[in-house]
C-alpha cells in the first residue's frame, strides 16, 4: 500500500512565500493538492501491490515538494490557467523522487524524509528499479504533454545521471576540485529545479524569454540550494534535516564547506584530511565529531555561506528580469527561505 499522507499541510510552504495574496495562495495550494492526488494514483497504477508501495513510499512522509510548488510558480508567468501546470508538477517531483531512491542506494542512507530509505527497508536492488520505475512514468507523463516536456525531461534525467557519474568518479589529476563540485551540483540538483519552473512555464504559454530567465533563476537556486544542503549535513541533526547527521562526511562525499577547509594551507587541513580518512574508512566514522568540529572552527562554513549568497544573489538578479508580480516576488522569497535553513 502507498504510505499514507503525511499531517503536515501540503500548502504550507506555499502559504509562506506568498504572504500578501491569498489568491496566489489559494492556486499554489490547490495545485499542490492535485499533484499530491495525481502522484498517489501513478504509485497506485502499478499492478503488483509491492511495486506500489515501494513507488510511493516518499510520497506520504515529510519533505516540502519544491519542485512541484516551483512548476505551479512558474506557471504564473503563462497566459493559460494555471491547473494546466499540475501535470508539470507532477513530473517534477517523479522524476526528483526517483533521483532520491538513487542517490539514498549509492550513498548507502538509512533515513530519508524522517523515515527509512527504501534502500534501507527494501535493499539496493529493489530500490534502484523502484527508481527506474518513477523515471519510466515520468517519461511517459512527459510524453502526454508534448514535445517541449519530453525534451526538458529528457535532457534533466541525462544531466542528474552524468552528475552522479562525475560525483562517484571524482576530479582528475588535472581537475580543479571545486570547479568539478560545481559541475556535479549542477546536474544533480540546479538542473530539476531549473526543470520545474521550466516545466510550468512552458504548460502555461509562457513567453520564451521569461522560460530561459526561470531557467537561469533555477540553476543558480538550485546551486544554493545544494550548499546549504551541504552545510546542513555538517550543523544540522537528522531530526531536523531527516537524513542522518554527518552522512556526507562520513562516506567522503566532498561537499563545499570540505573542499573549502582543504584549499588552502590553513593549519585545521592537515588533521582534517586525516580525520575524514579515519570517518571514511569504517562504519561508525570515528573521526567524525572531531572533523565536524574543525569545519566549525576553521571558518569553512562561513565561506562556504558566502558562496551560497552569492549564487542567491544571481538567481535575484535572474528574477529581476521577470515581469513584476506576486510570482516574481515568491522567487525572492524561495531565495529569502534558502538563506536561512542552516540558521
Known sequence: MVAPATTEPKG?????????????TARLERGMDASEEQLRALATEARDPCVAEVAGHLFGPGGKR????????????GVRGPSAAVPAATLAELVHVASLYHDDVMD????????????????????????????????QLAAELGPEAIRLQSKVTNRLIMGQIRELVGPSDDDDPLS??????????????????????????????????LAEYGEHLGIAFQISDDILDITSTSEVS????????????????????LADERPEAGEL????????AGPEGTGLPRAVALLHRCGALAEARTVMHGRLLRAR?????????????????LCDFVARRDR
Do not use: C
Not at 67 to 73: F, Y
Open 273 to 280: 584530511r586525516t580525520l575524514l580518512t579515519a570517518a571514511t
Open 317 to 333: 538578479t535572474a528574477a529581476n528580469g521577470l515581469p513584476d508580480g506576486s510570482a516574481m516576488r515568491v522567487l525572492h522569497a
Open 108 to 139: 548507502q542512507a538509512r533515513t530519508r524524509r524522517g523515515v527509512p530509505s527504501v534502500n534501507a527497508r527494501w535493499g539496493n536492488t529493489t530500490a534502484v528499479l523502484a527508481g527506474n520505475w518513477l523515471l519510466s512514468k515520468a517519461a
Open 242 to 261: 531527516g537524513k542522518e547527521q554527518g552522512k556526507d562526511l562520513a562516506i567522503g562525499v566532498a561537499s563545499l564547506p570540505v573542499l573549502l577547509a
Open 66 to 77: 519544491l519542485r512541484p510548488l516551483l512548476a505551479l510558480v512558474g506557471a504564473e508567468f
Open 12 to 24: 504550507s510552504m506555499a502559504m509562506e512565500l506568498t504572504t500578501g495574496d491569498p489568491a496566489l
Open 180 to 213: 568539478h563540485y560545481f559541475t556535479v551540483v549542477a546536474g544533480k540538483s540546479a538542473s530539476l529545479i531549473a526543470m520545474a519552473l521550466q516545466l510550468g512555464a512552458v504548460r502555461t504559454g509562457a513567453p520564451e524569454p521569461v522560460v530561459q530567465a
